[in-house]
């Protein structure tokens, strides 16, 4: 087991010292969101997300689909299954098998943004009731952990959901054809709204916060909070696990400065989604 | 002969391609592809071991495969043991007693090739470590397909009309030694021969890809210090 | 400058003997004497490289030595290193310095220590130590002391300040005082420096602003050339 190496005293001092003059020790602002970064792969819903410039943050979403037979309480809707195994690659803080407290954190607060708050429209995956519908499997991969990784995240899994293009199905009877890529345009999902995290920290009694919290500032924070928001500025995720107690009136500021922020990063992801389909269009 | 992919030959491979130390939290870090397929390597190491793993004379080293998609699954506990008994022995592990190396491999795109495309991989992210080393692996896969052709470098495609899949590792001593064979299916001494000569050949070409992978970097980054 | 580089790799072999010069012969019988550095070792007759680098030779003394880059700290006897205390124990201070095992102070390895007066660390506390002891085998071994003058000479807990994390070829160049980017920093501003080769860097000036700026112009100067680095100091110190 790898442990991860405790920031010293004279850290932990510096990093509040600076916070409260409102300075970060990566040269931000308390409330800037360092610069997001997305790449596409050459596959449909193969999406890589890179918080930060030198010293980053970065997460891959792989979005596959295939057929299955449906629940047998939900006959008419498809599956929407999310793999956030952390492995060690991303800091030596995590295991294989054993998943830390940060790690299954990540993964909850992922589900409920996303699958909870039926971003994806699951009865649309339904090819025939009861007996085949889609399943769509995000699998992320943390490569760098920087800090902030449940943000980059939902922001890997919801612009690979909206990247991701499925085989076209056509049913005749009982008869169920899939059509090869190459012969039918695939289909895109049908995606309802885009929710996203905005991760905030806190530091002397909740008096100072930050957002999109480097990892040095996740391991001396206080208490910490995440919101899923959408850009009809409504929350689809809150989880605030532990921590030290928050007045209302700071939650309520976070929310606004979610709003901006959750405003701010779906313009990026819709520009780099409609770039990536005029390139893929001159090809 | 023309191959799915638009090869021409059957001896030709696949374009590589590599980056070194893309990853900030790991010790060493490399990407390789052949082709589509792209696998990212991660070094840990020299590092503390746990006590039940721990070696009095040696180094413990640790492969970690990680699918593309899904959970891991015995094939890939499979490709763990093969990567890392091709690996250790190039390792200079008795220099580093009571320690952990541990090598993480993210399979990111697969397009058939993944053992030898996790060999060439993990050998850069091992430079990139700068883990003391007495040599240095490269691998390269050959099928013989169903008609009896011998193809280098199969994509996934020709995997499907393969009678058997072999795979080597060579490292690049003077000796040229052997560090993994790996086959799969039924074929006949002469066309395993046949398939180890080829790979060796293609395995030079990989190890001088290195070579000069880690020259221009180096170069580069002395360039860049000196020009004023 | 650039154009004889050498690069190797590993189990690449080295032939030193062609170079070799009168100075350098053992007289008992007339076999050059050759002296490895890091990233060389012999194998039987031969001289084998390690790692991937450049080779170094120096000429008096028919030296030969790697030079590369990485992250991982190796103790080596004799560097200076920042570590921070994790443990007390009742006979020595636990210290992680970023190597494979956590390293071992002695509450006595201070200028002036005696059983009665020690200082007295808390886990978490930055000390700037020499290792005096390093071997594979065991924990290597602190002492915050010259050993040649038995005084600090800046060895001891460091007070305040911010610390960097980085490659260790980057904390080689920096031990120059003269490196381009400590001159350009030093011009706008007065700041202290401590340089562990063990990837660590203490920075500290007299107010945060500065030392974030500090900090962040160092980390990235890494492969950045003379002028890169004085743009680089030039643009932060106007965003200020």
Known sequence: MVREAEPSLNEKQFVLRALKDGLRTDGRRPYDFRSIQISFLSEYGHVQIQLGRTRVTRVSAKVTAEVVRPRPDKPTEGLLLFNTEISPMASPAFEIGRPSEEEVLISRTIEKALRRSRAVDTEGLCIVAGEKVWSIRVDLHFFDHEGNLVDCASIAAITALLHFRRPDVTVIGEEVTIHPMDQRNPVPLSVHHIPICVSFSFFADGELLVVDPSIIEEQIREGDMTIAMNIHKEICALSKAGGIPLEMDQIIRCSKIATTKTAEITELIQKALADDKAQRQSK | ?228 | MTSDLKVVLPGDLISVNNESDESSMNVDDDVPLVRLGPGLTQVQEDIVSMKAGVLKHQDPGNKWWLESNQRRYVAATGESVIGIVVARLAEYYRVDIGGAQAAILPVLAFEGATKKNKPNLVPGTLVYARISLANKDMEPELQCFNPSSGKADGYGELKGGFVIRCSLGLCRRLLNPETPILRFLGEHFPFETAVGMNGRIWVNSENPQYTILLANAVKNSEYLSEAQCKAMVESLIDKL
């Open chain 2, 1 to 228: 002969m023309k191959r799915s992919d638009g090869r021409t030959e059957p001896s030709q491979l696949r374009a590589f391609a590599a980056s070194q130390s893309l990853l900030n939290r790991a010790d060493g870090s490399a990407k390789f592809s052949f082709g589509e397929s792209t696998v990212i390597a991660s070094v840990v190491g020299p590092a503390e071991v746990k006590i039940r793993d721990e070696k009095m004379d040696e180094a413990t080293v640790e492969v970690i495969v990680r699918p593309a998609v899904g959970f891991p699954s015995t094939k890939d506990k499979l490709l763990e043991r093969a990567l890392r008994q091709t690996v250790e022995p190039t390792i200079l592990a008795g220099m580093m007693p009571r320690t952990l190396i541990q090598i993480v491999v993210q399979i990111v795109q697969e397009d058939g090739n993944m053992l030898s495309t996790a060999v060439n991989a993990i050998s850069l992210a091992m430079l990139d470590a700068g883990l003391p080393m007495n040599s240095l692996a490269a691998a390269v896969s050959a099928i013989i397909d169903q008609e009896g052709n011998l193809l280098l470098d199969p994509n996934s495609k020709e995997l499907e009309n393969a009678s058997s899949v072999h795979t080597f590792a060579f490292d690049n001593t003077t000796s040229y030694n052997l560090l993994l064979s790996h086959c799969i299916g039924t074929y006949s001494q002469e066309q395993y021969l046949d398939c180890l000569d080829a790979c060796k050949h293609a395995s030079e070409r990989v190890h001088s890809f290195i070579r000069t992978a880690v020259e221009k970097r180096i170069e580069k980054e002395y360039q860049q210090l000196q020009s004023s």
